[in-house]
């Protein structure tokens, strides 16, 4: 439907309205051909139900389109009900009002009252319900219990029909959200097992069989293995990451390193952080990696290793590079220039864990990263 | 002459794969792209090695293993993923696979790998090192029901040896820095797969067992 999304499941609310206006019209016109012989000017009564019979038309045309019902239309119809009840005591008579004649507007003064409460929820079904309600009273001589029961009624219609209108509305959008993330995630699936059979199958083949072969071609096969890495991470099967929530698996985080330069190991069952550590060690590690990419000379490579055991989170950071000289860290520390290691001892360290970096000439350097965790 | 049959689904895959090993002096006896198959023409085939891809159209890797473990005890079965399929890679390795490798690695890898698994070595990936460990840890913790004194543990060498193969060390360097033989330290990988894939045999024994006991007849 092209229809605005907050409107089909309160399209059943309108047609009730329309029904209710007939039904409450033809309710006024017979109590006014009952009654006539009473009026104190029985002739003013036929434009006034003229203007009752056409507005309940014109309205009822005008509501059933979703956009024409703003507040020009909302308006008129409650300035026409006003008009037809301040009109009653010239036409049917303050006496023969006080003595139980109906007005001229009678049940019918509930329609403008249903329609604010459906377009706008409790509040605007109230307040058209006490505009209705105070001009109903004020045309009267004295307070009935009649007339003050009427007016608590419709203002319980008022509130009652906003709330339903509104939970219409909001079960309505809950319903396209529900929708709309299991298209996507539908969607999802299936590129995923596409890409996979296909695309993935040929970067790989294309990696493996251009490996040993020289320049430009090996340059190419080892694009495309980073390339493969990067799809395969995009199209894994876990969830999309997402950035805020509770609890994150840290695993997620981290495939997003994997390359052909960077392996991650991790267990097979998720790895649970709250977001904000998640995402800091996270940085953590990235930080180690971009260490090495710089540092390691072209073709250095890098593991990744995720534990948790006994409450303890352990990330384990090694590559093969030409690892740093002793004392090369401190003599950096004290020299004020942040390095690497105090960027990453600073993450950690916010987060109450350990870091500990074993290095040596040759043998590449080692990073680890403890925390604890609750549970 | 080692005996290879190769169980992929994508034809140009197979085909480059069962080349390069033909190529490598090996007598590829079978190649297909479905599991069904694989366990149906396993005991004519005589396969000394299956190279197998986790991810086939038809039956499940782990349901691949068992049927040709089941037609051909002592069949040594390589596997190959292409993406980071944890959790069935586990199932694999627990069904009985002694190797695994990531379609990504290169001819020499791959060759070296069937060499490795031919000979009846385990062949380990750092990925692989990292969910073992898990898996163990996981054990250990109790997630299953009743299995506390059941749950395979690891010594402290075998976790130290795993740990700096998820840490991209080989065999060779391992043994190295902790002062062991290259065959001790293979031999301490073989155990920690033996000890998983053992206890997964007694737990669907005496689930079988269960089942059969809590039927009514």
Redesign the interface.
């Known amino acids: 439907m092209a229809e605005d999304p907050s409107g089909t499941f309160q399209v059943p609310l309108w047609r009730s309205i329309a029904v209710f206006r007939f039904a409450s019209m033809a309710y006024v016109v017979a109590m006014a051909a009952l009654n006539v012989t009473d009026y104190a000017h029985p002739f003013g009564a036929i434009p006034a139900l003229a203007v009752l019979v056409g507005w309940s038309v014109a309205a009822t045309y005008l509501y059933a389109r979703s956009a024409w019902r703003g507040w020009p239309l909302l308006g008129t119809d409650l300035a026409i009900t006003l008009v037809l009840l301040l009109a009653s005591p010239w036409v049917v008579g303050r006496t023969a009002i006080d003595n139980g004649v109906p007005s001229l507007a009678v049940a019918w003064q509930a329609c403008p009252v249903l329609a604010w409460a459906v377009s706008g929820g409790r509040r605007r079904g109230a307040i058209a319900a006490l505009v209705v309600g105070t001009a109903d009273v004020t045309m009267r001589a004295k307070l009935t219990s009649a007339s003050a029961t009427g007016l608590m009624l419709m203002l319980l219609a008022g509130v009652a029909v906003g709330h339903v209108a509104r939970l219409a509305v909001e079960s309505e959008q809950r319903l396209q959200r529900a929708v709309e993330l299991e298209a996507a995630t539908r969607e999802r699936e299936r590129l995923a097992r596409g890409i996979?059979?296909s695309v993935?199958?040929?970067l790989?083949?294309v990696?493996?069989?251009g490996?040993?072969l020289d320049g430009e071609a090996a340059e190419l096969a080892r694009l495309a293995?980073e390339q493969?890495?990067a799809l395969?991470?995009l199209?894994?099967?876990r969830p999309p990451r997402q950035r805020s929530g509770p609890e994150v698996d840290l695993r997620t985080i981290l495939?997003g390193y994997?390359s052909?330069a960077v392996?991650?190991?991790?267990?097979?069952?998720p790895v649970r952080l709250p977001a904000s550590v998640a995402h800091e060690v996270g940085a953590a590690v990235g930080a180690a990696l971009d260490n090495v990419a710089r540092h390691g000379g072209s073709g250095a490579?890098?593991?990744v290793?995720?534990?948790?055991?006994a409450g303890t989170i352990t990330v384990?950071v090694?590559d093969?590079g030409p690892g740093i000289p002793a004392g090369r860290l401190a003599e950096a520390a004290q020299q004020g220039r942040l390095g690497v290691a105090q960027s990453i001892r600073g993450r950690i360290a916010e987060l109450g864990g350990s870091v500990e970096i074993v290095s040596a000439p040759g043998e590449g350097t080692?990073v680890e990263l403890r925390l604890s965790v609750s549970g | 002459m080692t005996r290879v049959m190769v169980v992929d689904d994508h034809p140009m895959w197979r085909q480059g794969v069962a080349r390069d090993l033909a190529e490598a002096g090996y007598d590829v006896v079978a190649t297909t792209g479905e599991g069904g198959q694989a366990v149906r023409i396993a005991p004519a085939a005589r396969p000394d090695v299956v190279v197998l891809d986790l991810q086939l159209p038809d039956i499940s890797g782990v349901e691949v293993i068992r049927g040709l473990l089941a037609a051909l005890p002592g069949v040594r079965i390589l596997m190959l993923s292409a993406s980071g399929q944890e959790q069935s890679v586990l199932d694999a390795v627990k069904a009985g696979a002694t190797g695994y490798l990531v379609k990504s690695a290169s001819p020499e890898e791959f060759l070296d790998a069937v060499r490795r698994t031919a000979a009846g070595d385990t062949v380990f990936t750092p990925g692989l090192a990292g969910l073992v460990l898990g898996e163990y840890r996981r054990l250990a913790k109790g997630g299953g029901p009743a299995e506390d004194e059941a749950a395979p543990r690891l010594t402290d060498r075998e976790t130290e040896v795993l740990r700096l193969v998820a840490k991209g060390l080989s065999y060779k360097q391992i043994a190295a820095r902790l002062s062991l033989s290259h065959r001790t330290v293979q031999n301490h990988v073989q155990n920690t797969l033996g000890k998983l894939q053992l206890h997964n045999r007694v737990e669907l024994t005496r689930y079988a067992i269960e089942q059969g006991l809590d039927s009514p007849d």
């Open positions: 996979h059979d993935l199958q040929v790989a083949l990696q493996r069989r490996a040993h293995g493969e890495a395969r991470a199209v894994s099967g495939d994997a052909p392996s991650i190991a991790a267990p097979a069952t490579r890098a593991w290793l995720l534990e948790e055991e384990s090694r093969d080692e």
